[in-house]
């Protein structure tokens, strides 16, 4: 609720400085399998994406928010496919599962405060998603759900900022 309202307000202003995406997801993905989850996180990241100007901390929440809550929505065999790329100055983060995806009807609402499935089981307070898309917003990014076609659910972040590829010029 705070972070809502802090969004709400534009008290939450982003704090940049250079995010290794690939050491955030590998760190989110050991964080989330701690809780005994039974859903199996697959992680796609060329080893030569760029280090990111961002907000790390929005970065792994809205991550995490998603991550988990595709370990709480589907069933226990679902794979969960998490794949980061860089379109020239755009960080784009695809998360994806092979569950059972959204109704189609309530796709519309999903980001909205305080909204919840119908149907599903009871818990969680609504917010999850909304905080998704208020952080990925405030970092000047969008971000796009839709059901794939042979089932599941998949969201695209794409956000921009500036890159550097510092990172690989350490390794030559």
């Known amino acids: 609720l705070l972070n809502i309202?802090?969004?709400?307000?534009?008290?939450i202003k982003p704090k940049k400085d250079w995010?290794?995406?690939?050491?955030?997801?590998?760190?989110?993905?050991?964080?989330?399998?701690?809780?005994?989850i039974s859903q199996k996180i697959h992680i796609n990241i060329n080893p030569s994406i760029p280090l990111f100007k961002s907000d790390k901390g929005m970065l792994e929440q809205i991550i995490y928010?998603?991550?988990?809550?595709?370990c709480l929505?589907?069933?226990?065999a679902t794979e969960i496919n998490i794949v980061d790329a860089c379109h020239v100055d755009v960080l784009q983060i695809i998360i994806e599962d092979n569950g059972q995806g959204f109704p189609k009807e309530e796709i519309k609402n999903?980001?909205?405060?305080?909204?919840?499935?119908?149907?599903?089981?009871s818990g969680g307070t609504g917010l999850?998603?909304?905080?998704?898309?208020?952080?990925?917003?405030?970092?000047?990014?969008?971000?796009?759900?839709?059901?794939?076609?042979?089932?599941?659910?998949?969201?695209?972040?794409?956000?921009?900022?500036?890159?550097s590829y510092l990172k690989n010029l350490k390794n030559e």
């Open 73 to 76: 929505y589907t069933e226990p």
């Open 5 to 11: 309202s802090r969004l709400e307000s534009g008290f």
């Open 128 to 163: 999850g998603l909304s905080i998704v898309k208020g952080f990925t917003e405030a970092l000047g990014g969008s971000i796009y759900l839709e059901n794939i076609s042979t089932g599941g659910a998949k969201f695209t972040i794409n956000i921009p900022a500036e890159t």
């Open 65 to 70: 928010n998603l991550v988990n809550n595709a």
């Open 110 to 121: 999903v980001f909205n405060k305080f909204y919840r499935l119908k149907n599903t089981k």
């Open 19 to 36: 995010v290794d995406i690939t050491e955030l997801v590998y760190d989110l993905e050991k964080k989330i399998v701690e809780n005994n």
